[in-house]
């Protein structure tokens, strides 16, 4: 989702509402405590430079259960990080959210809900690497192998 479709649908909405992809909300009493813009320079696998452009909101819930953030206030920080920020409404919203670790989501939109959607690394060299363009990258936790050498063992 872009910046401007987050716009679009926040525009529409009396109510905020973040859903995480195993289908739990975040709570109501979350803050929107970054609007950024995020610019990641970086050379791929097979040698090619890339740039990208994203805007980054990062979600964070803290013990102020009584507080809610209401679209038109969200609208207007979004307004004010556009005029600082020079911020491209064509740009790409990335979520950041707590979790084990800080993740970050892709956004996307339905009945009412802003899903955070999960995202997966690729190989953007394919070609180079002898990978075919139709191949699926399917590990996932339940797939990573467990380390077989683990302190007093005599392994190492």
Not at 14 to 26: A, E, Y
Not at 29 to 50: N, Q, W
Not at 67 to 78: E, G
């Amino acid at each position: 989702m872009t910046l401007q479709e987050f716009k679009n649908q926040l525009n529409a909405l009396t109510h905020l509402q973040f859903v995480l992809p195993n289908g739990k909300l975040i709570p109501d009493y979350f803050h929107i405590t970054e609007v950024g813009k995020e610019t990641r320079e970086y050379m791929d696998c097979g040698g090619s430079l890339r740039k990208e452009e994203v805007v980054n909101f990062q979600l964070w819930c803290a013990n102020d259960y009584d507080h809610r953030l209401k679209p038109k206030k969200l609208s207007n920080i979004i307004r004010l990080s556009e005029s600082k920020l020079n911020l491209n409404p064509d740009c790409e919203v990335e979520v950041e959210y707590q979790g084990m670790t800080i993740e970050t989501y892709k956004l996307g939109y339905d009945n009412g809900l802003f899903r955070l959607l999960a995202d997966k690394t690729d190989c953007l060299a394919k070609d180079q690497c002898g990978i075919p363009d139709d191949f699926q990258n399917d590990v996932d936790e339940a797939t990573l192998v467990e380390p077989t050498c683990t302190p007093g063992s005599n392994c190492c």
